[in-house]
């Protein structure tokens, strides 16, 4: 499948991220003013709008939802045809600090199933301060294929740097990019290609799935949230045809990748950017729902507000860099609806309701806008509980209703993490910095 992008690094790096602040302000004074609406500037409160698009909300979900009753994850990675015809696939790992991890990364990769002629491993150590630079000198002497790329520190544009920096030395038909903390099962690779070729996907995005799921409260959390947005990504999938990549284990033909422009290295969630301008170029993302590949949940709170504030960031700075492409004859109506759905649910419905609940608490009003917070927390809620009783490989999924509903309850931290990002994007300049998750092994 050949891209139609006309995007280029130079657009990416240059123009995209101007504008930025000003739209951010834009964005939350809107949200605030909606939350407030109903409250001081209206003689009657539109509860009945409020009702109808807590319905309009309800009916896609459900739509979406209904889309997983059967997932093609059909693969031909054992036949005799796929297997003599297989592609050429080099596999990057962006690595800074890593010790805990890389040399059982590296373990496993090296004795993947795959003819060795066709796969070549290749870790960026991005300027490590730890034992990394010595533990992936040892193991590039033992293995091979294996193969160390390595920039300094201050070289510049955080992972997309890093990886950007790796393309100039791949030639394979497909990209595999992996975390330092990533597990595959030892036939992903056939299993994935197969699918990937099948569908003539332009990327595939592995399903994601938590290695320490039991070791507390939050990590059972993550196992449970990895689930529900698969559940989701593939829904999406089969009903607008719009899914994103996740980072870790997300596969990319080369030649549509360095047609969208390669990785963004002004923005701090490179995967969601290239999503969409894999979406506007009308290259497909398939979502591969077994074997998934496996990490590391974080393991405390601060760890975890710090990942999701740099998610919550990514998410919106690629709607704000691709806004006038997400509303032009690019997309579909259905594809547009689904972003916009998508858009409302996880970024301006938490700045609303958060408004919304602060006024009730000081004026001593009534919320106005929670039937669509139940509504979405109702979908979430299924989508979890769908997705945690799906047939997998993987590590064993919470699957009891206690557990579910003790989710939701950690699920509401994006009702203060998102205003909060919105407000620190509106105030404050962005310097781009590879603010990495710690992986403890």
């Known amino acids: 499948m050949k891209s139609t992008s006309t995007f ?14 000003l ?37 896609y979900g459900i739509w979406v939802l209904s889309k997983n009753i059967k997932i093609p994850n059909k693969s031909i990675y054992d036949s005799q045809e796929f297997s003599n015809n297989l592609p050429t696939l080099d596999i990057l790992v962006a690595a800074r600090d890593e ?32 034992n990394t630079p010595n533990i992936l000198k040892q193991l590039s002497q033992k293995y091979e294929k294996l193969n160390i790329i390595r920039r300094s520190k201050n070289a510049g544009g955080g992972k997309s740097g890093a990886l950007n920096h790796a393309l100039k030395f791949i030639s394979g038909e497909w990209v595999f990019i992996l975390d330092a903390d990533a597990q595959l099962k030892n036939d992903t690779l056939r299993r994935v290609l197969g699918f990937a070729q099948i569908g003539s996907w332009s990327a595939v995005q592995l399903r994601k799935s ?38 870790n284990g997300q596969l990319v033909r080369k030649e549509i990748l360095l047609n ?71 997309l579909t109506f259905i594809q547009k609806f689904d972003i916009t759905y998508f858009f409302i649910l996880q970024y301006a419905l938490p700045i609303i309701a958060l408004v919304d609940l602060i006024v009730c608490i000081l004026f001593f009003k009534s919320p106005i806008y929670w039937p669509v917070s139940l509504t979405a927390f109702t979908l979430s809620a299924s989508a979890s509980w769908f997705g945690c009783h799906k047939k997998h490989e993987g590590p064993v999924l919470p699957n009891n209703l206690i557990k579910i509903i003790l989710y939701l309850v950690y699920l509401s931290h994006w009702f ?25 092994g």
């Not at 280029?8 to 602040?21: A, H, L, P, V």
């Not at 089969?238 to 980072?247: C, F, K, V």
């Not at 203060?416 to 310097?431: A, E, G, R, Y």
């Open 99 to 130: 010790q805990n991890v890389i040399a059982r990364l590296v373990e496993r990769l090296v004795n993947l199933d795959y003819p060795s002629e066709k796969l070549k491993i290749y870790v960026i150590d991005d300027g490590s301060e730890d």
């Open 260 to 330: 969208c422009g390669s990785f963004n290295e002004n923005t701090v969630t490179d995967d969601l950017d290239l999503s969409l301008r894999l979406i506007l170029s009308q290259s497909k993302i398939g979502i591969f729902w077994d074997p998934p590949v496996m990490e590391e949940a974080v393991e405390d709170f601060s760890a975890l507000f710090r990942q999701r504030q740099r998610w919550a960031e990514g998410g919106l700075q690629r709607f704000f860099d691709y806004g006038k492409e997400l509303i032009s004859s690019k």
């Open 416 to 440: 203060i993490v998102i205003p909060l990002v919105t407000l620190k994007m509106s105030i404050f300049p962005k310097k781009i910095i590879w603010k990495k998750t710690i992986h403890l």
């Open 210 to 247: 938590v290695l320490n799921t039991g070791t507390n409260f939050l990590t059972t959390c993550q196992g449970i949230e990895m689930a529900m947005d698969a559940y989701f990504q593939v829904g999406r999938l089969y009903s607008a045809g719009i899914s994103e990549l996740r980072g």
């Open 23 to 59: 739209k951010s302000f834009i964005f939350l004074v809107s949200c605030i003013f909606i939350g407030l609406y109903p409250h001081f500037f209206s003689k009657k409160p539109p509860v009945f709008t409020i009702y109808v698009f807590s319905l309009i909300v309800l009916i």
């Open 8 to 21: 280029n690094k130079e657009n990416i790096d240059n123009s995209f991220s101007k504008g930025r602040r």
